[in-house]
């Protein structure tokens, strides 16, 4: 069994970035198949077993940029910001990376701040929870 990806923050957060992965046509699998790939500490769930690998619909330069910025934010570990660590979780294709910079922006939005631990950025969370997700797309 690969390891899983420790997600730090919460549940929501993991969900709205598979959201964004999918309304970028980065990735094509369901939430569920997403979501076994991560744990963390408000949702782990060792029984859940992960299948097969996340097919990735854009070249590995573009993950890797991804997995560092999530890693710099506290969002996942600093060790998976690394290039070969994702490797366990998803199969590249040989498309070149064409997302350009509105999906950055997005990113960017979507998790402007470090990891919800802190008191200051929870309350951060809490406040932007309360927005729909419809103003990243």
């Known amino acids: 069994m690969n390891k899983k990806i420790y997600w730090y923050c919460f549940k929501r957060q993991c969900r709205e970035f598979y959201e964004l992965l999918a309304v970028y046509k980065l990735i094509s699998c369901s939430l569920d198949e997403f979501m076994s790939h991560f744990t963390g500490k408000k949702f782990y769930d060792d029984e859940i077993k992960i299948g097969a690998k996340l097919q990735w619909h854009r070249d590995e330069k573009l ?3 991804i ?16 290039s070969k660590a994702m490797e366990e979780h998803f199969e590249y294709s040989d498309k070149p990376t064409v997302t350009g910079k509105k ?8 998790f402007p701040e470090t990891t919800g631990y802190r008191c ?9 929870n309360k927005k729909s997700f419809k103003i990243l797309k």
């Open 67 to 82: 997995a560092q910025y999530l890693a710099e934010k506290g969002f996942i570990d600093k060790e998976l910001g690394a």
């Open 120 to 128: 200051k950025t929870r309350l951060y969370y809490k406040e932007r």
């Open 63 to 65: 993950l890797n940029e």
């Open 103 to 110: 999906f950055h922006v997005s990113l960017k939005a979507l």
